[in-house]
């Protein structure tokens, strides 16, 4: 028997071990073990008032903390039975598209990208992909500046809060937006191109079932319900139920099933579940490339986070548009405190994100609960690695670590941000 | 010859390393003037040889993140603590003085401690000797390029230590507590961010942590308090940046 160990699992957020124990040609016990320190988000939360929490949550990851922010606000509101403005709430969506931007040009270009033309980063690719390097870092540039003008800055802003926002943007600084998003779409385009021509392999095809937010008749990244690829539409309200969580035998770690199956949240199963809702360029585009997105692959998230981009560049100017056109009228609205309990979820850049909350009646966090999609995919993540190890071992591939890590990476975890849920690996050995 | 650099992660959100990778103009500037050693969030480069300088995120908070810093402590001539979490124990630390086993059962469901906590959220100087301190939640881009710089050349950084007020003044907002009557903590919090809150309309929140010499927490609470705040929440409220600056407890206590 021997055991390989991915230490120092590099190229993604947060701080991971892949595990695979080997029994002369079987893979007796694959682990995706999560290393973060226990942080106590959600009793952090309790006692504090509605307002401090969207900045105490955004620091649960540096990566998604407007998903985070705009999770918490949205859960908030309905807790206490106040709805906010249509300026807030494109607002809200436009913060949520500039963590997609920002997130997926960094995942694509300076951490997925060097596995695929064989680079220790994006740093070592510039002598010979430096013009790719500059066009993906200019897309990542137009997701921050959108979040440093919407919210003060590109990590952990400092605007959101229940009721709308402390500041909005002026008319100039849209404007400016709007500039940076028309300059970011050469990179998205360049981002379609290059990962519709990579060849993914084989050893990683298998049935997957998927989950995605249904963001109403145009694609986005909030809604009240969440679709599931058997043919099922669940209020989010559900999210208990669809995040049901099972100790895994030989090990203390919760993941999330659904049915007995696990699956998998983010920008594949966004786009196979709501390819119908997308608009413009991403259209055609996804006509191009739609047989490469393939549902038993997860190495496919990559072109759908590519295809993402695309649209959300093009979505970002067009909410820019509406909110030039109507005018920037008063940044928060005023709300009525009453005790209450919410429930929200959002699409962070790796899937859906609930947040729950229960309000007292003075305003204060009685009770938290953050689902995130990274916990979401554990699961499946450890499904395939246990398959695709199988088959690589079967197959006469002696070196796992390379494939396995790329399989891993293709998920995009945010590990800082599951930390809180999931419990730390023991192998019965 | 390239001065050898390692940027290494302890426990917290990964904000430094990510806001560092955000300075997408000067990105490939700074990383074509050194020999990078590990940055485990963008490479797959991990080298253990000494380093001149090891720039560290996060809180100590178990024992892998002590055996960590103290091998980064002992192969690095420099070692930097960027951001909160590394300079004060992050918004973890404002737990310290909980019963950490309840929180576990609570939060994670489990007592027996896989985690290896070290049951408190420490700040790097709390562990080992550290050169110089960044606070921020997240650290300043332009503070850290400046620190950067200056340690390359071998000139000696400054470290701020006045208020987030002074940059509040100078940019003429007008006083969130006084005008709005707002729990601003500006007056204890250390500047550098050019009172971006304020700025933003929103009150400090103390992100940067407390000044060192002299934050004035009893005049802050006694302020607040006459503005009609109750005194626990905003003593709950500096705390949540600021529970291991030892001083909180002790001028706190003073007005009681």
């Known amino acids: 028997m021997r055991e390989i160990l991915v230490e120092h699992l590099a190229r993604v957020e947060g701080h991971g071990n892949i595990r695979v124990v080997v029994d002369k040609e079987n893979v007796r016990e694959v682990k995706m073990e999560i290393l973060e320190g226990p942080r106590f988000i959600e009793k952090i939360l309790v006692g504090r008032s509605i307002d401090e929490a969207p900045d105490i949550v955004a620091r649960i990851c540096s990566i998604c903390p407007d998903p985070h922010s705009v999770a918490c606000v949205n859960a908030i509101e309905k807790a206490i039975g106040f709805r906010p403005s249509e300026q807030t709430r494109v607002l809200r969506e436009l913060q949520l598209i500039s963590d997609v931007i920002s997130s997926h040009a960094l995942h694509l270009f300076l951490l997925a990208l060097p596995d695929f033309l064989g680079y220790p980063d994006a740093i070592s690719m510039v002598s010979k992909y430096g013009k790719e390097v500059a066009l993906g870092l200019k897309v990542k540039k137009a997701g921050n500046v959108i979040k440093e003008v919407l919210t003060g800055r590109s990590v952990h802003g400092c605007t959101v809060k229940p009721g709308g926002y402390t500041r909005v943007p002026t008319q100039e600084e849209l404007e400016k937006l709007e500039k940076s998003l028309a300059e970011a779409m050469d990179g998205a385009r360049l981002a379609v191109d290059l990962f519709a021509s990579f060849d993914l392999p084989e050893v990683f095809r298998e049935e997957n079932m998927f989950m995605a937010v249904d963001p109403g008749e145009v694609y986005g990244f909030s809604g009240e319900h969440i679709l599931i690829s058997n043919g099922e539409r669940r209020p989010v309200e559900n999210y208990r139920l669809l995040t049901n969580e099972r100790v895994v035998p030989h090990s203390t770690a919760k993941h999330s099933y659904y049915q007995g199956e696990s699956f998998m949240v983010g920008a594949l199963a966004r786009i196979l579940l709501n390819r119908g809702k997308l608009k413009g360029e991403a259209v055609e585009l996804a006509d191009r490339i739609w047989e490469k997105l393939d549902p038993k692959n997860p190495l496919a998230n990559n072109l759908a986070q590519a295809l993402e981009l695309v649209y959300s560049v093009e979505r970002a100017i067009e909410l820019i548009e509406w909110l030039l056109d109507h005018g920037i009228g008063e940044p928060r609205g005023e709300m009525k405190i009453k005790a209450g309990v919410g429930v929200a979820a959002v699409e962070a850049p790796r899937g859906i994100l609930y947040h729950f909350y229960e309000v007292d009646g003075e305003g204060k966090i009685a009770r938290a609960d953050i689902v995130t999609p990274t916990a979401q995919n554990a699961a499946n993540i450890e499904k395939y690695l246990r398959i695709s190890a199988q088959r690589l071992l079967e197959r006469g591939v002696d070196n796992l670590e390379p494939h396995l890590e790329m399989l891993v990476r293709a998920y995009d975890p945010c590990i800082s941000c599951s930390a809180h849920l999931v419990r730390v690996v023991r192998l019965n050995e | ?256």
């Open chain 2, 1 to 256: 010859m390239k001065p050898k650099v390692g940027f290494y992660e302890l426990t917290g959100c990964a904000g430094e390393m990510l806001h560092i990778l955000n300075m997408e103009d000067i990105l490939i500037d700074v990383f074509s003037k050194i020999d990078l050693v590990e940055f485990r969030i963008a490479s797959s480069v991990k080298r253990p040889e000494r380093v001149d300088i090891a720039f560290v995120e996060g809180s100590v908070t178990t024992e892998e993140n002590l055996e960590a810093l103290k091998s980064i402590r002992e192969k690095s001539d420099v070692l930097v603590a960027i951001g909160d979490c590394a300079v004060w124990g992050g918004i973890q630390a404002s737990t310290t003085g909980e019963d950490w086993k309840t929180l576990m059962k609570e939060v994670y469901g489990v007592e027996e401690n896989y985690f290896r906590f070290l049951g408190e959220h420490k700040s790097l100087s709390e562990c080992v000797k550290v050169d110089y301190e960044l606070p921020g939640c997240p650290i300043e881009q332009d503070e850290f390029v400046r620190l950067f710089i200056e340690l390359l050349e071998g000139i000696e950084p400054k470290i701020k230590d006045y208020p987030v007020c002074v940059e509040c003044k100078i940019k003429e907002i007008p006083c969130l507590i006084v005008e709005k009557r707002e729990p601003c903590l500006g007056p204890i919090s250390v500047g550098g961010c050019k009172a971006r809150c304020p700025y933003y309309g929103t009150p400090c929140i103390g992100c940067r942590g407390p000044v060192r010499e002299e934050a004035n927490v009893a005049g802050e609470v006694s302020t607040l308090v006459e503005k009609g705040w109750r005194k626990e929440d905003i003593v709950k409220r500096m705390e949540l940046f600021a529970k291991r600056y030892k001083d909180i407890e002790k001028l706190v206590e003073v007005k009681k």
